[in-house]
């Protein structure tokens, strides 16, 4: 993977803020401002600023400082990953899972989607034992892995872990720990950063669904996320919802005809929009068409490759068939039939298949807290059409 950063001279360079607002994957009020924010990014700069001087006094300072969000070079244009042959870990792991769950205690949220995990550090895990939670997650959607030491084990171990699934996908805007780098995503929310309501201005409810970073030939797969400070008051959970669910539970009519069906996924997601805005964001979009129904890498098993936030047009379709299409999918895969909601907890460390499970942040807690996560995303294989060989549900 090529580092466009390095190739991209900054015309003006600052590091007046530290604070990236980086609370969700896609949007972002500011960074530190370079030649290509608009006015409009700069005042937002200095508003925060001037909020920062407030808000220090009124909240405790953060526990786990070192994971700071900074973006001391700014934005950068999203790296196109080239195609290449992945390595799927879960492939190759022993279907039992003896390495993962020979001294674990697991209890599946739902049936449907998410088990939790104790009595197991991730950190000392084998080869094979990493192997084994790619199975579990491509089967299981999302692992909620509690007590861990995960947050606690320094930026060179926490890397090496998620890289045995594969190369990581490093962000084109999100903030990272200060001497670390762009592989680490630090979502991030506080006085200063705001949160996701903040930013889609008025609506009657604020889940965002969707999959990271799907406009690229290969796929985010077994995705690590952890956190570091919960909200003072509760809430910001994050919700996940079963693809392959939501696909067995159509028709075996309408599955045939979403089997041929491909999606285009572009960079420019409502989310970088907002960040970049939409001329830069058009201007520097990395795109990939993918089938809409995909054969899980892993298990098999087909899945619903729907993405509300990047996959944003099926191919072939006029735009008001494309939009009716996929308003219904969108919809659908929202329903508390195969989703599960994620409480976190000190400790917890969430390791999720994005083939299996679409995501969404719930900000519902107090204005003004401090949440603050860590995520890392290996990329897997390019997803491949379902040919309709197993049939499911129904
Ligand atoms: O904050 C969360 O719970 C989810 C954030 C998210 O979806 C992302 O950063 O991509
Ligand atoms: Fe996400």
Redesign the pocket.
């Known amino acids: 993977m090529g580092d466009r950063r390095n190739n991209r001279p900054l015309r003006l360079r600052s590091c007046i803020v530290r604070h990236i607002p980086a609370?969700?994957?896609h949007i972002c009020l500011a960074a530190a401002p370079n030649a290509n924010h608009s006015l409009t990014d700069i005042t937002k700069i200095h508003h925060i600023i001037s909020l920062s001087l407030y808000s220090s006094m009124a909240y405790p300072p953060p526990k786990y400082p070192a994971y700071l969000p900074t973006r001391p070079e700014g934005f950068t244009a999203t790296i196109n990953v080239p195609r290449f042959e992945a390595d799927e870990p879960g492939l190759r792991a022993d279907a039992a899972k003896p390495e993962l769950l020979k001294n674990a205690a697991t209890k599946n949220i739902t049936p449907r989607i998410g088990t939790e995990l104790s009595g197991v550090q991730l950190s000392q895990l084998s080869p094979a034992g990493l192997d084994e939670v790619a199975l579990l997650a491509a089967e299981r959607g999302v692992l909620v892995f509690r007590d861990q030491d995960f947050a606690d084990i320094g930026f060179d171990r926490q890397r090496a872990i998620v890289k045995h699934y594969g190369p990581l996908h490093e962000h084109p805007t999100m903030g990272y720990p200060a001497g670390t780098g762009p592989e680490f995503?630090v979502?991030y929310a506080d006085a200063d950063a705001g949160n996701l309501r903040d930013l889609l201005g008025p609506r009657s409810s604020y889940d965002l669904w969707?999959i990271?970073q799907t406009f690229t030939p290969n796929v985010p797969s077994t995705t690590f996320?952890w956190v570091l400070e919960t909200p003072a008051g509760g809430g910001?959970d994050?919700a996940f919802t079963s693809l392959v669910h939501a696909y067995a539970a159509l028709s075996p009519a309408y599955q045939q005809t979403l089997e041929k069906l491909h999606v285009q996924h572009t960079s420019a997601s409502v989310g970088e929009v907002a960040r970049v805005g939409q001329e830069r964001a058009l201007r520097e979009a990395v795109n990939a068409v993918h089938p809409l129904v995909i054969a899980h890498p892993v298990t098999k098993k087909p899945a619903l490759l729907v993405n509300p936030t990047i996959g944003r047009s099926i191919r072939g379709f006029h735009a008001s068939e494309s939009a009716h299409l996929l308003e219904f999918l969108h919809d659908h895969i929202r329903s508390l039939d195969f989703s599960c909601r994620v409480r976190w907890e000190p400790g917890t460390v969430v390791v999720w298949d994005q083939r299996t499970a679409a995501?969404?942040?719930?900000p519902d807690f107090e204005a003004g807290e401090r949440r603050h996560?860590v995520?890392m995303i290996p990329y897997g294989s390019e997803p491949k059409l379902f040919a309709g060989v197993e049939k499911t549900e129904q």
């Open positions: 609370h969700h994957p995503h979502v969707h990271d996320f910001g994050t995501h969404s942040a719930v996560m995520r």
